[in-house]
Nanobody, 120 residues
Framework: QVQLVESGGGLVQPGGSLRLSCAAS????????MGWYRQSPGKQRELVAT???????NYADSVKGRFTISRDNAKNTVYLQMNSLKPEDTAVYYC??????????????WGQGTQVTVSS
């Protein structure tokens, strides 16, 4: 029973900041790459940022320079620091992780999503 739980979403004004967290728990043996995706109504889910187990990062062009992804392997947690937020950043943000459980089954897990709304 592995699960990902996101937190930190909310309503923020343009130019503001939010920090999202995603904690993995359960019968975990190993966590590989982790990432954040987002989805707005009527749009496809899109990649925001990824981070490998070794700490290599990748960002969508639309968030580069404003968002920072990081992870704390001791806490099985990935973070997304979002600065200089724009209305177009409004979306449901989903955490994703490749996890090997204690039974050595490898699966791609998704969190339940957390709403981020950027508006005056």
């Amino acid at each position: 029973q592995v699960q990902l739980v996101e937190s930190g979403g909310g309503l923020v004004q343009p130019g503001g900041s939010l920090r999202l967290s995603c904690a993995a728990s359960g019968t975990i043996f190993n966590i590989g790459a982790m990432g954040w995706y987002r989805q707005s109504p009527g749009k496809q889910r899109e990649l925001v940022a990824t981070i490998t187990s070794g700490g290599s990062t990748n960002y969508a062009d639309s968030v580069k320079g404003r968002f920072t992804i990081s992870r704390d392997n001791a806490k099985n947690t990935v973070y997304l620091q979002m600065n200089s937020l724009k209305p177009e950043d409004t979306a449901v943000y989903y955490c994703n992780a490749i996890i090997t459980d204690v039974y050595r089954t490898i699966r791609n897990y998704w969190g339940q999503g957390t709403q981020v709304t950027v508006s005056s």
